[in-house]
Nanobody
């Protein structure tokens, strides 16, 4: 059974930082493409950052230079380091996995940026 479990969300002031983690089980993590998506109230889910099994990364324009995705294959975990957070980063953040053409999603973790 595949499980993606996110952690690290919370409330932070504008300009602050958070690091999200996603622990994966039930998949061959090292060859899985992993990613983070987010969904704000009333908006569609959007890609934030992805990282392939070969560690190639891709970012949404809105987070380039502020967010950084990484993976630790020994721990079956993908991270999202979020810096210089803005109010518009407020959303539920979802972990995503694509392996053997099958998609998996975590349950999401709330990130709120507010003073």
């Amino acid at each position: 059974q595949v499980q993606l479990v996110e952690s690290g969300g919370g409330l932070v002031q504008p300009g602050g930082s958070l690091r999200l983690s996603c622990a994966a089980s039930g998949i061959i993590f090292s060859i899985s493409d992993m990613g983070w998506y987010r969904q704000a109230p009333g908006k569609e889910r959007e890609m934030v950052a992805t990282i392939t099994g070969g560690a190639y990364t891709k970012y949404a324009d809105s987070v380039k230079g502020r967010f950084f995705i990484s993976r630790d294959n020994a721990k079956n975990t993908v991270y999202l380091q979020m810096n210089s957070l803005k109010s518009e980063d407020t959303a539920v953040y979802f972990c995503y996995s694509l392996v053997f053409r099958r998609e998996y999603w975590g349950q999401g973790t709330q990130v709120s940026v507010s003073s």
